[in-house]
T-cell receptor, first 113, second 113 residues
Framework: GAGVSQSPRYKVAKRGQDVALRCDPI?????LFWYQQALGQGPEFLTY????????KSGLPSDRFFAERPEGSVSTLKIQRTQQEDSAVYLC???????????FGPGTRLLVL | SQQGEEDPQALSIQEGENATMNCSYK?????LQWYRQNSGRGLVHLIL?????REKHSGRLRVTLDTSKKSSSLLITASRAADTASYFC?????????????FGQGTRLTINP
């Protein structure tokens, strides 16, 4: 079956530009997570959805970051007025529920110039 | 910030040898997971060990958990070139007031043919 997909795979943005990153989770997965991974580091939690409800957004680094999952399936992570420090790989993961086995997408590599 | 620390940060061994990676964490946990990440790819779940378990096996993988020392180890036996990847431990600890999956910084494993 299809795994988690993310688009675009690569994104180059000029500083100040808004970007939108898409995640298609595995069908039927209730939980969806966004992570940010800097080069050479482990993923860092950004936000968590259970169905359409955003239950935890404590990891979002600033109010420039916004995530939504309006119909409880596809999710979009939006970054407004991108800064160079936003350059990272953004990973999406889904699971049947909660914090057990998570299935990761390939990530979106964002480079802000 | 991340609560897990992996040791060593990098490991290079010959094909056929065993590889051992260690993970330490700070708070009490419900379970601990190990993930693998090939270069430029998303993470792949390897194994989950619960806090009431001490050892778990899956194929060539052996995971131990010592909750008194807040540490875990991942052993890969009879390593293969395809095992070359970064390996991360992740804990579902209550952290900063919320349940979230917290990753360590990873061990970069290189298997030399």
């Amino acid at each position: 079956g299809a795994g988690v997909s993310q688009s675009p795979r690569y994104k180059v943005a000029k500083r100040g530009q808004d970007v939108a990153l898409r995640c298609d989770p595995i069908s039927g997965h209730v939980s969806l997570f966004w992570y940010q991974q800097a080069l050479g580091q482990g993923p860092e939690f950004l936000t968590y959805f259970q169905n359409e409800a955003q239950l935890d957004k404590s990891g979002l680094p600033s109010d420039r970051f916004f995530a939504e999952r309006p119909e409880g399936s596809v999710s979009t992570l939006k970054i407004q007025r991108t800064q160079q420090e936003d350059s990272a790989v953004y990973l999406c993961a889904s699971s049947l529920g909660g914090l057990e086995t998570q299935y990761f997408g390939p990530g979106t590599r964002l480079l802000v110039l | 910030s991340q609560q897990g620390e992996e040791d060593p940060q990098a490991l290079s061994i010959q094909e056929g040898e065993n590889a051992t990676m260690n993970c330490s964490y700070k708070t009490s946990i419900n379970n601990l997971q190990w993930y693998r990440q090939n270069s430029g790819r998303g993470l792949v779940h390897l194994i989950l060990i619960r806090s009431n378990e001490r050892e778990k096996h899956s194929g060539r993988l052996r995971v131990t958990l010592d909750t008194s020392k807040k540490s875990s180890s991942l052993l890969i036996t009879a390593s293969r070139a395809a095992d070359t990847a970064s390996y991360f431990c992740a804990t579902d600890a209550e952290y900063q007031g919320a349940q979230k999956l917290v990753f360590g910084q990873g061990t970069r494993l290189t298997i030399n043919p």
